[in-house]
């Protein structure tokens, strides 16, 4: 079983930054793909930025140049450095994971969400 564990969001002014980790737990599970994404209330949960197990990375548009995901493998932790923020960058921050489990195929995960609030 994957258990996803998410710290480090809060409230900061625009133009601020923050740092939110996503600590990736499993016996027996290759973390090949873990990911951030943010909800705001009535929108559809969107990808923020995603890095594979070989580090190749993918960000939306509009965080492009002020959002930087990295991960390191041996502890499973991503983490998503958040600089420059602006108001709209106001939601609920979710990571995802998908794991492999031997021969059982992958299996997504995601954790209990974080949330990101920017005061103009």
């Known amino acids: 079983q994957v258990q996803l564990v998410e710290s480090g969001g809060g409230l900061v002014q625009a133009g601020g930054s923050l740092r939110l980790s996503c600590a990736a737990s499993?016996?027996?599970?290759?973390?090949?793909?873990m990911g951030w994404y943010r909800q705001t209330p009535g929108k559809q949960r969107e990808l923020v930025a995603s890095?594979?197990?070989?580090?190749?990375?993918d960000y939306a548009d509009s965080v492009k140049g002020r959002f930087t995901i990295s991960r390191d493998n041996a502890k499973n932790t991503v983490y998503l450095q958040m600089n420059s923020l602006k108001p709209e960058d106001t939601a609920v921050y979710y990571c995802?994971?998908?794991?492999?489990?031997?021969?059982?195929?992958?299996?997504?995960?995601w954790g209990q969400g974080t949330q990101v609030t920017v005061s103009s």
């Open positions: 890095i594979t197990s070989r580090g190749r990375t």
């Open positions: 499993g016996s027996g599970f290759s973390f090949n793909y």
């Open positions: 995802k994971t998908r794991a492999s489990y031997g021969n059982y195929g992958e299996f997504d995960d």
